[in-house]
């Protein structure tokens, strides 16, 4: 059976007629071939495939595993993908605290954790590191043993309180503006 969806995805909308029994991960990376957000065990358990999605009505982005919802009910919702969080040929700032400190190795697991890292420095700007590794409890990483993950999270946190310090990530042009405010900015 094919229902019909309105939502937006990284601030663009889309009408599309989704199976009733396909999830939002499948419409994503099938549909839209948004192809970040990964497929690790479609059973809510290893965090690959997060995203941020915020309901009708609802007042904030929250980080969903995108498998465990039936792509029916994202009708209304806004989504915000990996994809998403790098802005005007800006990366996050997470992003860029991953590349310099090493958090990402095969890259399965960063998306997930980008998203839910994301959600947490947006609500929690200064997250302790206990405060870092409860948010990220549900992001299963096979390769890294989250040392540097824990500490680019810790990075991008500094960074953003310190927005008019040029080359903190030995890159030119980090604003200190998150991807998830910008992309707010474009959903708007
Ligand atoms: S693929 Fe969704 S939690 Fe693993
Ligand atoms: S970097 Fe390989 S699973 Fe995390």
């Given at each position: 059976?094919?229902?019909?969806?309105?939502?937006?995805?990284?601030?663009?909308?889309?009408?599309?007629?989704?199976?009733?029994?396909?999830?939002?991960?499948?419409?994503?990376?099938?549909?839209?071939?948004?192809?970040?957000?990964?497929?690790?065990?479609?059973?809510?358990?290893?965090?690959?495939?997060?995203?941020?999605?915020?309901?009708?009505?609802?007042?904030?982005?929250?980080?969903?595993?995108?498998?465990?919802?039936?792509?029916?009910?994202?009708?209304?919702?806004?989504?915000?993908?990996?994809?998403?969080?790098a802005h005007d040929s800006q990366l996050?700032p997470?992003?860029e605290?991953?590349?310099?400190?090493?958090?990402?190795?095969?890259?399965?697991?960063?998306?997930?954790?980008?998203?839910?890292?994301?959600?947490?420095?947006?609500?929690?700007?200064?997250?302790?590191?206990?405060?870092?590794?409860?948010?990220?409890?549900?992001?299963?990483?096979?390769?890294?043993?989250?040392?540097?993950?824990?500490?680019?999270?810790?990075?991008?946190?500094?960074a953003?309180?310190?927005p008019?310090?040029p080359g903190f990530f030995e890159k030119p042009g980090l604003s200190g503006l998150?991807?998830?405010?910008?992309?707010?900015?474009?959903?708007?």
């Amino acid at each position: 059976m094919k229902h019909t969806i309105h939502f937006t995805v990284n601030g663009e909308p889309y009408t599309l007629d989704v199976a009733s029994h396909h999830t939002l991960l499948r419409v994503l990376r099938e549909q839209l071939v948004l192809t970040g957000t990964k497929n690790g065990c479609e059973a809510g358990e290893c965090g690959a495939c997060a995203v941020l999605l915020r309901w009708p009505g609802a007042e904030r982005f929250e980080p969903v595993n995108s498998c465990m919802i039936l792509a029916p009910e994202a009708d209304g919702a806004e989504v915000i993908t990996i994809e998403g969080l790098a802005h005007d040929s800006q990366l996050d700032p997470l992003q860029e605290a991953f590349i310099v400190t090493g958090a990402t190795q095969c890259g399965f697991c960063t998306p997930g954790i980008l998203v839910n890292a994301r959600a947490l420095l947006d609500r929690n700007p200064d997250p302790s590191e206990a405060e870092i590794r409860e948010a990220l409890v549900g992001n299963l990483c096979r390769c890294t043993g989250y040392l540097r993950i824990v500490d680019a999270v810790k990075m991008a946190a500094r960074a953003a309180d310190t927005p008019d310090k040029p080359g903190f990530f030995e890159k030119p042009g980090l604003s200190g503006l998150s991807g998830l405010s910008a992309a707010k900015e474009v959903a708007a």
